[in-house]
C-alpha cells in the first residue's frame, strides 16, 4: 500500500504486529519513552510527509498515560506535515462514563451541600432542624408569564384595599419610607395565594398543599426534601427563572404534620459533573485527529461528540461466527442479555440466527436493595450470554449464577471488551461460568494465565485491518457492520 505509514502505542503492540501482517506492512519506527518526571515522549523516526498516518493505541492499562500518548503522537504527525492521520482505538477510553448522571425517574442526581441547607433552614420557622429526617411536601404549581400591571387587590405582595390601608398624615407621611418597585419577577410571583384547607395525610401519603397561580404558561413540578435535598424537578418552556435550591415557605393557615422519611445517605453527585465524553472529544480533534475508527462504542452517542468521520465497529459479526463454529446444536441454545442496555445487542444477534432471547432484569427495591429477575425459559439449555464490555466482572457472573439456578445446563459468554480488571479473574474462575470469549483489542495473556482454563480469545486484527484497507482506498466500510473479512 502506498502513502500510508503505520505506528503503533504502547498500550497494545501485538495487536498492532497482527493488523501490519494482515496489511503487509511495515510498522513505523517511533521511539516512546518517559522522562524521570514521568512526561511522555515521542520521536517519529521516519517521514510521513503528505501520508495517511494510522495510528493504532487501545483505551487499555495505564489508560490516561495512553490516551496522553495517542495525543502527542497525533500532534507529533500534524506537525510532521502528514497529510491525513487516523486514530485506531480498538477500546474506546472513558466511553462508559455518561453525559449526565440520571435517576431512576429520569431526573438528574443532585446532591445539596449542607451549607445550603443550613441556609434555608430559619425560613421555616423551626419546622427544619439539621440533622434529623426530614419531611417532604411536594409542591405542584404552573409556571407564570410575567406581567408589567400590578397583581390584584389582597394578594401576597399586592396592594392592600382601601379599607386595610392605614391613613397617613402629613407628618408620618413625610417620615414613610417608599415602598421599592416591585422587580418583575416579584410581581409575577406575587399573584401565589394558598387555599385555607387543610389536607390532613394518610399513613401512604406525603402532606402536600397545592398553590394556586395565574396567569398560567406551562406546568411544572417541583418536588423538595425539606431537609434540603432536591429529589426532582421539570420544566417544560418557562420564561420564569426560579432558583432550584430555595424553598417553598409553609402556606399560611395550613398545618403541615410532621413525618419522618427514611434517612438518605451521603452518596450521589454534586450539582456539577464533569463532561468526559465532550472532553475526550475535543482533546483528539485538537490534536490534529482526522478519522476515528473504534469498536462497539459503550455509548454510540459518543459519535455525536465528534466533528470529523467515526466508524464504530462492530464484534457481533465475530460473535455469530464464533458461535457457528464452536457451539454444537447452536440453535437449541438461548442468546441471553445480561442486563436491559444489552438487550438490543443481544436480539440482534438471536434474530440473525435465529434462536430463543432471554433478559436479566434488575429490579431495584427500596428496602431489599436490587434483584434480578429473569426473562425467559433456560431449562435444560445452553445459554450464551451477550455483552460490550466486562471490567469487574459482576454483571456476567452474577447473571450466571441466576441462569444455573434456573437451570442452564451450560453458560457461555461473549464479550468483546475483556478488561477484567482488579479481582474480575479470580472472579471469573470461581463463577458458574462455563466459558468466556473476548476479544484481543486489549491485551489478554495475563488474563488468559488467570482464569484457569474459563477465557478464550477471539482475534479483531483483520477486522481493523480490513477497515485501514477500505478507508485508505476510499471503499466503503459497511460491509465490515455485517460480515467478518475472513
Not at 428496602?367 to 450470554?385: F, H, M, P, Q, T
Request: charge should be neutral.
Amino acid at each position: 500500500m502506498r502513502d500510508i505509514s503505520l505506528l503503533a502505542g504502547s498500550s497494545h503492540p501485538k495487536l498492532a504486529e497482527g493488523i501490519c501482517q494482515r496489511l503487509g506492512a511495515a510498522l513505523g519506527a517511533c521511539t516512546l519513552s518517559k522522562f524521570s518526571n514521568k512526561e511522555t515522549n515521542v520521536e517519529v523516526r521516519e517521514s510521513v510527509r503528505e501520508q495517511d498516518v494510522y495510528i493504532i493505541q487501545s483505551g487499555c492499562g495505564n489508560v490516561n498515560d495512553n490516551f496522553m500518548e495517542l495525543l502527542i503522537m497525533i500532534a507529533a504527525c500534524k506537525t510532521a506535515s502528514a497529510k491525513k492521520v487516523t486514530a485506531v482505538m480498538p477500546c474506546f477510553p472513558y466511553a462508559r462514563q455518561p453525559e449526565t448522571p440520571y435517576q431512576r425517574n429520569g431526573t438528574p442526581i443532585s446532591r445539596v451541600p449542607a451549607s445550603d441547607v443550613s441556609k434555608y433552614a430559619n425560613l421555616y420557622d423551626g419546622q427544619l432542624e439539621l440533622g434529623k429526617p426530614s419531611t417532604t411536601s411536594t409542591l405542584t404549581s404552573t409556571t407564570t408569564t410575567p406581567v408589567l400591571s400590578d397583581p390584584p387587590a389582597g394578594k401576597v405582595g399586592g396592594p392592600l384595599p382601601p379599607a386595610a390601608a392605614p391613613a397617613l398624615n402629613d407628618e408620618n407621611a413625610a417620615a414613610a419610607t417608599p415602598t421599592p418597585r416591585m422587580s418583575t419577577m416579584e410581581k409575577s410571583m406575587s399573584t401565589l395565594s394558598f387555599p385555607d384547607e387543610v389536607v390532613e395525610p394518610d399513613d401512604t401519603t406525603t402532606p402536600q398543599y397545592t398553590p394556586k397561580f395565574k396567569h398560567m404558561r406551562a406546568e411544572s413540578t417541583l418536588s423538595m426534601d425539606l431537609g434540603g435535598r432536591m429529589s426532582s424537578i421539570s420544566r417544560s418552556h418557562s420564561n420564569v427563572a426560579v432558583h432550584p435550591l430555595a424553598p417553598q415557605p409553609p402556606a399560611p393557615g395550613v398545618h403541615t404534620v410532621a413525618r419522618n422519611a427514611p434517612a438518605r445517605g451521603n452518596g450521589g453527585y454534586k450539582h456539577w459533573s464533569a463532561r468526559s465524553g465532550t472532553l475526550v472529544a475535543d482533546m483528539l480533534m485538537a490534536a490534529g485527529a482526522d478519522h476515528i475508527i473504534t469498536m462497539d462504542l459503550h455509548d454510540p452517542q459518543f459519535q455525536g461528540f465528534f466533528d470529523i468521520p467515526v466508524d464504530n465497529l462492530h464484534g457481533q459479526p465475530l460473535m455469530i461466527k464464533y458461535i457457528k463454529e464452536k457451539i454444537p446444536q447452536y440453535q437449541k441454545a438461548v442468546i441471553v442479555s445480561p442486563d436491559a442496555g444489552g438487550a438490543k445487542r443481544a436480539t440482534v444477534i438471536a434474530d440473525k440466527l435465529n434462536m430463543d432471547f432471554a433478559l436479566i432484569h434488575k429490579e431495584r427495591r427500596v428496602a431489599a436493595g436490587s434483584e434480578l429477575i429473569l426473562v425467559g425459559d433456560v431449562k435444560d439449555r445452553v445459554c450464551i450470554l451477550v455483552d460490550d464490555i466486562a471490567d469487574t466482572s459482576f454483571t456476567i457472573t452474577r447473571a450466571a449464577a441466576l441462569l444455573t439456578k434456573s437451570g442452564a445446563t451450560r453458560i457461555c459468554a461473549l464479550i468483546t471488551h475483556g478488561i477484567l480488571s482488579g479481582d474480575a479473574t479470580d472472579r471469573i474462575r470461581n463463577s458458574t461460568l462455563d466459558e468466556v470469549v473476548v476479544s484481543n483489542s486489549v491485551p489478554q495473556d495475563d488474563h488468559v494465565a488467570k482464569c484457569g482454563g474459563k477465557l478464550k480469545v477471539f482475534d479483531v486484527a483483520g477486522v481493523f485491518a480490513e477497515a485501514i484497507r477500505r478507508i485508505h482506498n476510499g471503499e466503503s466500510v459497511s460491509f465490515l457492520f455485517e460480515e467478518t473479512p475472513y
